[in-house]
């Protein structure tokens, strides 16, 4: 490349420190920091209805003070000049190429709003790619361009233009103007010499003196904008939507796995699977013997029988089996719990915008469960078996079943309700194929058939049953809004893509009205 082969003549020098003099020779001034050249009429630019984002500084108003490692621009100096003529005004912007990502983004927000860009390049630096690529976009736009190629030695002129020259036919920019400044020592002022900035002063002249031509470019740059919005909008409504579309998915797949996970636990509760083990072994401890499960071809009759007996008798102690149910129902729920978190972060991590979204949090913690939610687990079973035994009492308030409730006793009959629930899916068999679990409901049911009646026995479970579910379910649910609350801190319109269009079209018709 060209630029390559005149570095023997000129060092890598800033763009930001090149455009500095040549901004003050235009305007003949003598200052450091200035940012806005102005014509007389300053007026136009005090208030905030341009540059909204930037404090305006004026005359001897210090820079305010700023973090030395940001350097953020956050001002604007009106510096008035009775050198530039009436309608034009030079707004120095920051290097495209900042390293710092806020100058950046104000750099391409000027320019944007820019009805000329003078774009200043030097011999070191013409053929870099990151201007060149917004140089494409300016004509893809049709914005209005021009070229200030600074700090060329003048032995060099010669091979560095007709390059540059070459460079802005073939990225279709044939039609902006070139202004090439030899590099020269600065005069007394610290000024690039009059002489070679006159060329780029005449035009600048030209253009401001010319309303015809002023209106020829904030016209086409209007139009190129203008124009851009049909190929540019689509583009943006369509990144909107795969936007929105990736953070559904995301949404659905949280949702999913803990839906999943409570439909598991739900069955897990109710099929019968939680009786056997330890919840077993305390349940014949607390019918008082195990015998009538080595019969299982015995009749359920005989089984009432002898249940009725023990409520006959004295009251069995119920805590070793409510605390084994507890157990089981607490290994099922965290099981469940886990599985579902671990599903769910899985699913993200397979997804490139899952894989972004984690790696912008502090997801260290995932996919484990949340400190609290063991805590959380044993008060919500300890709650849900106090609903269980006020459900008991309140049913055994009848005079015709407060004898037997008070015999049998309150809390080993919420216990026994809490078998029925737990096998309440499950299937009944008779016969030969009584399981174990479908056995101890049958018992446990047929017990309490004989205190409350078999309404009020189904009436119970069927409460009982859902407000676990219910407890369960809100439980689950916490543990999902954790991820949930992830997606929602970069949450995503989904009407975006519509707006864009109907704002796109909106404007094209207002267009057409004004033309």
Known sequence: MANRRVERHTGRVSTEATVQPLLDALATLRTRAASLRLPLERHWFADDRVLPGLARLTGNDPEPSRDEQARKITTVRLQPS????????????????????????????????SDLWIFVTTAARYADAVPWDLLRTAARRGTSVAIVLDRVPPEAVAEIEPDLTAMLRENGLAAAPLFVVRE??????????????????????????????????VKRTLDGALDSLRTRVPDLAGAAQAQADAAQLLHSEVTAAFADAEADVDRGLTDGSLLRGEVLARWHEFIGTGEFFKSVE?????????????????????????????????????????????TAVTRWRANPAGRELLSHQDTADLPRLSPGFDDNLERMIRDWQSYVLELVRAEGQDRRTQARVLSFGVNGLAVVLMIVVFASTAMIPTGAEVGVGAGTAVIGQRLLEAIFGDQAVRALAKQ???????????????????????LEQHSVDPAAPKSLADAADQVQQARGVLE
Not at 106 to 112: D, N, S
Not at 464 to 486: C, D, H, I, W
């Open 298 to 342: 015995e009749t359920v009759g005989r089984w009432r029988d002898r249940l009725g007996a023990l409520v006959r008798g004295r009251p069995a102690p119920s805590e070793p089996l409510g605390e084994a149910l507890q157990t089981g129902v607490a290994a099922l729920v965290h099981a469940g719990a886990e599985n579902a978190m671990e």
């Open 464 to 486: 009982a049953r859902e407000n676990l579910k219910e407890r369960v379910t809100r439980l689950l649910g916490q543990e999902q809004e954790r991820l949930l609350a992830l």
């Open 82 to 113: 009775d050198a530039l003529p009436a309608g034009l005004a030079l707004l120095d912007a920051p290097d495209i190429d900042s390293v710092v990502d806020a100058n950046r983004e104000l750099a391409a927000q000027l320019l944007a709003a």
């Open 184 to 217: 020269a020592q600065l005069d007394e002022d610290g000024l690039v010499p009059q002489p070679e900035v006159a060329a780029l002063r005449s035009w600048l002249d030209e253009l401001a003196s010319s309303a015809a031509a002023r209106q020829a470019v």
